[in-house]
């Protein structure tokens, strides 16, 4: 089986699913000569054609909008929007009208379309290249929100999204699109190479949106992660040897709330992790999921590792991006308890 | 009748890599050819303005024309003024290049082949004016005489930067020398610029507001936006369109349509225009003045398209040469603004190639002093911490209990 990237096995999935559906278009700004600024959709536009894969103006409510146009009619577009910080000006149509759509018209009308957007920080690329906007997406009934933490799932979760009757935001976290990431901003950078999950079979697989995958087994404390945290959370295991189980979301809508449910009634204790700011974030409803549905099994508050209620620095970076040193705090503190 | 079925149009550049630069489609009128028009004209009368291009250097360094004597701005001391701040624009931005090549910044952008543009826009206007620049636009804190150190001081996020490392390299800021905070999001300053004036307006402070944005970025839904909004209300605001063919890979064609000019789409909402040679410093000077004297008198907006190249790739993260032939910057038909000033200069015997040596080395080493400074306060290789809880600092203007709890729990 061959060995990708997290880039390699989206190109791919894109490739798979533009092969064997001619409703599939993709676009972007930079996404069709060039292949986007991350390479994810480079050679697809020779192989293709420039019909079915094409740049577009910079203009992300355009970019939205032309797509749920298209998905009405039954076409299958993925577009891609360059960072998710520049999601904004398509909110309108994402929120509005793709999430919408099927429901207002009493399902006259759909959007299959998918929505990707390279989300999170760790790349030096201050508050306009780092934002991790999901909780934007989630409190929009209508939407489905996943993010891959590798490339095997990558290219799962893509294609499931492709083929999904409804609007799905497909958000990559950047940081780990070549390679695992373990929070040490000077150090290493490890690639996907060595991970198991690096391996991705050719052709056709779907991951099921709407499954959380138990990344490590463990007793003692279950910790929440999706994208990059998820090697955080690994991290903070290996530095402090607790005893958790780390389960990667992978959708957050829908979320696997059994999985969640059956873990921390198990271990009774619980750690949420992600990149976005606190408040109102992911991390809020996970929480509330948690206590209503194991406050009989819980032995110590939930607590949660955010990026601070702050935009996003370039100089305090490391500050700012939840370090595995912060989460083995948060893992010390609540087996304390 | 002809009977054809509906088929898409996806435009692309003239040549990719491998091919030869084709300039052949870029119509280059001659110097010297449109009037200068009344300051009070509207929309209507300046198509010609608009569809042409105003230009004042010919090809052997000679002003010609109405806009060359008409606006002053022959001046022997403003045209050496031009070619030095021009001069310490390229070499800054090559040793900013090389720094972030070193290792020492994170990222870096140049503005090289478009130095005319910002450097002879800021010597027209006048202090309490306010600029609302994209990254692209350094030259107009060169050209404002904005301190090295601090200009510098914001690439390697240390201690002399004003913003205190809170933006990517080259996000400068600076209320001061007329500098609106540039964001990263494209688009949504330009019609922050109609606000500003629009405020200058009801105020009556006299002062005027300038908008920039790219060819590519004119994409936006803002873009769209400031011009209704300044046809509307007739604030005082330039609005720059820096035209200079690329945005990052996508070819001007992308943003353009099938229309002809930024210009005449500015026409279109009712915003007299005007199209210029933007490789052209005299022109530049000469056209930014009338606008400045335009709007200043509260005859209007206006807008400008000013005509260039990027010479750079988009930014250190960004290779041309995966999607434009190597050798286009080389075969731009509108030339070097440096050098087609200096060639100017010294055919009026203002200036000469031993002047012009001198000059970049006594540039070069100011520059690099000062470089050499600045970088004892810190790099990106070798960073100078500032302290973690700056984070907080100006989320609001009173820090709330929520963030001063997140702040001890950071361990401050
Ligand atoms: C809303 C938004 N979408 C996308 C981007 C990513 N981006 C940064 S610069 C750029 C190209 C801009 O081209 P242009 O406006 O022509 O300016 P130039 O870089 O040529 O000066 C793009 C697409 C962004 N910064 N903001
Ligand atoms: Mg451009």
């Not at chain 1, 690096?198 to 099921?208: I, K, M, N, S």
């Not at chain 1, 463990?218 to 998820?230: D, F, N």
């Not at chain 2, 629009?198 to 507001?209: K, P, T």
């Not at chain 2, 930014?288 to 930014?315: C, D, K, M, N, Q």
């Amino acid at each position: 089986m061959p060995t990708m990237t997290m880039i390699e096995a989206i190109r791919d999935a894109l490739d798979v699913k533009l092969a064997d559906d001619p409703g599939v278009v993709v676009f972007g700004e930079d996404v069709g000569f060039f292949g986007g600024v991350f390479r994810c959709t480079a050679g697809l536009q020779k192989t293709h054609g420039i019909e079915r894969v094409f740049d577009t103006p910079i203009n992300e409510s355009a970019i939205v909008g032309l797509g749920v146009g298209m998905a009405a009619q039954g076409m299958k577009p993925c577009v891609e929007i360059q960072f998710a910080d520049y999601m904004y000006p398509g909110f309108d149509q994402i929120s509005q009208e793709a999430a919408r759509l099927r429901h207002r018209s009493n399902q006259q009308f759909t959007c299959p379309l998918v929505i990707r957007m390279p989300t999170g920080g760790g790349i030096y690329g201050g508050q306009t290249h780092s934002q991790s906007p999901e909780a934007l997406f989630t409190h929009v009934a209508g939407l489905k929100v996943v993010v891959p933490s590798n490339p095997y799932d990558a290219k799962g979760l893509l294609i499931a999204a492709i083929e999904d009757p409804d609007p799905v935001i497909f958000l990559e976290p950047k940081r780990i699109y070549n390679g695992p990431f373990y929070g040490h901003s000077a150090g290493e950078a490890a690639g996907w190479s060595s991970r198991p999950e690096a391996q991705v079979p050719e052709g056709r697989y779907t991951v099921e949106i709407g499954k959380a995958a138990i990344r490590r087994p463990g007793s003692a404390i279950t910790i929440l992660a999706y994208g990059t945290m998820v090697f955080i959370a690994e991290e903070a295991v290996r530095q402090t040897g607790i005893d958790a189980e780390i389960i990667d979301l992978r959708s957050l809508l829908p979320l696997d709330h059994a999985a969640i449910v059956q873990s921390v009634e198990k271990t009774g204790r619980c750690v949420v992790i992600h990149e976005a700011t606190r408040t109102s974030g992911f991390g809020a409803e996970l929480a509330a999921e948690v206590q209503e549905a194991c406050f009989w099994h819980l032995k110590a508050p939930i607590q949660r590792i955010t990026g601070w209620d702050a935009p996003y620095p370039l100089a305090a970076e490391w500050d700012y991006f939840p370090s595995p040193q912060r989460l083995g705090r948060a893992l010390i503190r609540a087996m304390e308890d | 009748m002809v009977v054809g079925e509906a088929k898409l149009n996806f435009p692309g550049p003239p040549a990719r890599p491998g091919g030869a630069p084709d300039f052949s489609l870029i119509e280059v009128p001659e110097p010297g050819v449109l009037p200068v028009p009344p300051l009070d004209i509207d929309a209507e009368a300046s198509e010609p303005f608009a569809k042409g291009m105003i230009r004042v250097l010919d090809d052997a360094g000679n002003a010609v024309g109405p806009w060359a004597d008409g606006m002053g701005s022959l001046d022997p001391a403003h045209c050496v003024q031009g070619l030095i701040d021009m001069l310490r624009m390229r070499i800054i931005d090559q040793r900013l290049l090389n720094a972030q090549r070193q290792g020492k910044s994170s990222f870096y952008l140049q503005c090289t082949g478009e130095e005319a543009i910002g450097c002879a826009f800021q010597r027209q206007l006048s202090p309490g004016d306010m600029n609302f620049p994209t990254y692209r636009q350094q030259s107009l804190l060169i050209a404002a005489d904005y301190p090295l150190a601090a200009l510098m001081g914001q690439i390697y996020a240390n201690d002399c930067d004003p913003t205190e490392g809170r933006q990517l390299p080259t996000m400068h800021s600076s209320r001061d020398y007329g500098f609106f905070s540039i964001s990263g999001n494209l688009g949504t300053q330009y019609v922050q610029a109609v606000g500003w004036a629009m405020a200058n307006a009801l105020s009556r402070n006299g002062q005027i507001a300038a908008g920039w944005i790219g060819d590519g970025a004119t994409a936006s839904n803002d873009f769209h936006s400031a011009l209704l909004t300044a046809s509307v209300y007739q604030p005082p605001v330039i609005l720059n369109i820096v035209n200079n063919q690329w945005a990052i890979s996508t070819c001007t064609a992308i943003a353009a349509g099938a229309s002809r000019t930024y210009a005449e789409r500015a026409r279109g909402y009712g915003v007299p225009a005007l199209r210029v040679d933007g490789n052209d410093y005299l022109a530049v000077a000469a056209v930014s003045r009338w606008a400045v004297e335009r709007t200043r008198s509260g005859l209007g907006p206006v807008a400008i398209e000013w005509f260039t190249y990027r010479t750079a790739a988009h930014s250190t993260s960004d290779d041309p040469n995966a999607y434009r032939p190597r050798d286009e910057a080389a075969m731009w038909p509108l030339g070097d603004p440096v050098e087609r000033l200096k060639a100017h200069l010294i055919g009026r015997g203002i200036w000469s190639e031993q002047q012009h040596a001198q000059k970049q080395a006594e540039l070069f080493d100011e520059i690099v002093t000062t470089q050499k400074e600045v970088e004892q306060h810190g790099t990106f290789v070798n960073p100078r911490p500032f302290s973690p809880a700056k984070i907080f600092e100006g989320v609001y203007a009173h820090l709330p209990d929520h963030l001063r709890r997140q702040r001890q729990e950071m361990g401050y």
